[in-house]
């Protein structure tokens, strides 16, 4: 086990690398603080539409089961398992000139490639399916014996979300929140398509590797990786210590 | 004073459950039968869990169906064999859960009532989930029991309960319907428990009722083979 672990941990090694002095300033084009305050930002912002729009269908696929959620569910994994690149390309396609749509949006003056809106909306196209499934399972966990009991208590459907579903999924719900987090934080291969400005951190980190190598690129991967990892990794630890006490 | 007014139609499986029941304030009515004759979908469609297909459901003016009133809106309390404690919550917090602000400062001397009478106390802040099953259950009676409610609807609560808990438990429902005069519905298929809880009875095979009456009427001369069998082993 321990020999796995260490396997597993051993790409962390490459922070180490003897590769040079590394270059923390602006000398290459976009500058880091730029790019982690777009990312970040912006993936926040991905992630409020993430919630705003996937919880209730989260809530419906984890309470119904007839054959339409079937297709619902269907059409969510597509967006989970659509590669990337593929889905970048798409979207640029799908909301392009050549569409109808595309047309419509840049008649009305809103930029669908290389903008803050097309950023936010691959991030919310390649996010919300990871956040649709994992809050799905979490709403699924919730007895649904317990909710028809707070509605036999007096409480409205959206009281009772607040007193009792939403309670008791909230681990569940911080878990999906986080794997969103990480999903639209680290996308690269669709948000290079997209949205190649405003440069969010994988596609600066690209560029810094293509422009300055390797030393340019580690500073921004620490933080990449500082604003990527340490929230999903805390959650799922508190997640599973509630777990060994809930059922010691 | 209210009054219960029901003709529940719901199609089953293998028989369709077809059901009148009139109840008037204070009374206490037992559904009697073998496991699986429609009993618990009787209360399950007064209690809104589910839709009856067809019929009626009037309690005083208030119509729960047709068209189906949400289940929040309907003034009754519903006990089954589940207890259904909501688990982040203390045992406190579970039984006033159903009270609203105003309700629960009016409700303080009622709800110290229920917590004595129960023997609630020493579990008072314990955490829902760390009860045994027999606190559980008198939990979930204060809890029901904590909104006064007008019907009261008992589907099994007894249940893998020892029979010093379970006579305890009709002892605090009797009381407390002496005080309320709450409208009671109970089903169970132990005759002995429901003779005790309620003095009207009756009798359902294959979802329709196939006698009425109290107590002494059903044994004296009971209608079908079925339920003299039920009668003499409850």
């Not at chain 1, 730029?34 to 912006?42: F, N």
């Not at chain 2, 207890?83 to 159903?98: I, K, R």
């Not at chain 2, 309960?161 to 002496?178: C, F, G, K, M, N």
Request: overall charge positive; hydrophobic content about 50%; aromatic content about 8%.
């Amino acid at each position: 086990m321990l020999a796995f672990a260490l396997a597993l941990l051993y790409p962390l090694a490459g922070l180490c690398a003897p590769i040079g002095h590394w270059q923390w300033d602006g000398s290459i084009p976009g500058s880091t603080a730029s790019a982690v305050s777009v990312s970040l930002i912006l993936t926040g912002i991905a992630l409020l539409f993430d919630v705003a729009l996937g919880t209730p269908v989260a809530w419906y696929l984890a309470r119904h089961s007839g054959r339409d959620t079937i297709v619902w569910e269907a059409a969510v994994l597509v967006s989970v398992l659509m590669p990337p690149l593929a889905l970048g390309i798409l979207l640029s396609l799908a909301f392009g000139p050549s569409t109808a749509p595309g047309a419509w949006l840049l008649r009305m003056g809103v930029p669908t490639s290389n903008s803050p809106l097309a950023f936010t909306a691959t991030q919310i196209y390649v996010s919300i399916g990871y956040y649709i499934v994992a809050a799905r399972a979490a709403l699924a966990a919730v007895p649904a014996d317990l909710e028809r009991m707070a509605s036999l208590l007096g409480l409205r459907p959206c009281q009772v979300f607040r007193r009792v579903t939403f309670p008791l999924a909230r681990l569940g719900f911080a878990a999906a929140l986080s794997l969103a987090w990480v999903r639209a934080l680290g996308e690269f291969g669709a948000v290079i398509v997209t949205a190649y400005y405003p440069s969010g951190m994988p596609v600066q980190i690209w560029i810094n590797l293509q422009d300055a190598g390797m030393p340019a690129v580690l500073p921004l991967l620490v933080v990449f990786l500082l604003t990527a990892l340490p929230l999903p990794w805390v959650i799922h630890l508190i997640a599973q210590r509630r777990h060994a006490d809930a059922n010691p | 004073m209210p009054t219960l007014e029901a003709h529940i139609v719901k199609r089953r499986r293998v028989f369709t459950v077809d059901v009148h029941l009139r109840l008037e304030q204070g009374e206490r009515l037992a559904l009697f039968g073998a496991s699986g004759a429609g009993k618990s979908t009787v209360l399950s469609c007064l209690a809104g869990i589910e839709n009856p297909d067809s019929g009626r459901i009037h309690f005083g003016e208030t119509v729960f169906f047709p068209p189906n009133l949400p289940l929040y809106r309907r003034a009754l309390a519903y006990l089954t064999q589940s207890d259904s404690l909501f688990p982040h919550l203390s045992v406190a917090d579970n039984v006033c859960f159903g009270l609203r602000g105003h309700e629960r400062n009016g409700a303080q001397r009622w709800v110290e009532e229920l917590k004595e009478r129960l023997e609630l106390g020493p579990l008072w802040n314990e955490s829902a989930r760390r009860i045994s099953g027999g606190q559980a259950r008198r939990v979930a009676l204060a809890r029901m029991l904590a909104r006064r409610p007008p019907l009261v609807l008992l589907d099994e609560p007894f249940t893998a309960l020892d029979r010093p808990t379970i006579s305890e438990l009709v002892d605090a429902i009797l009381q407390w319907h002496r005080e309320l005069g709450f409208i009671l519905i109970a089903v169970d298929h132990r005759a002995d428990i429901l003779e005790k809880l309620c003095t009207r009875a009756a009798a359902i095979e294959g979802g329709h009722i196939v006698q009425q009456g109290t107590w002494p009427d059903l044994t004296a001369a009971p209608a079908t083979p079925l339920l003299a069998r039920l009668l003499s082993t409850g």
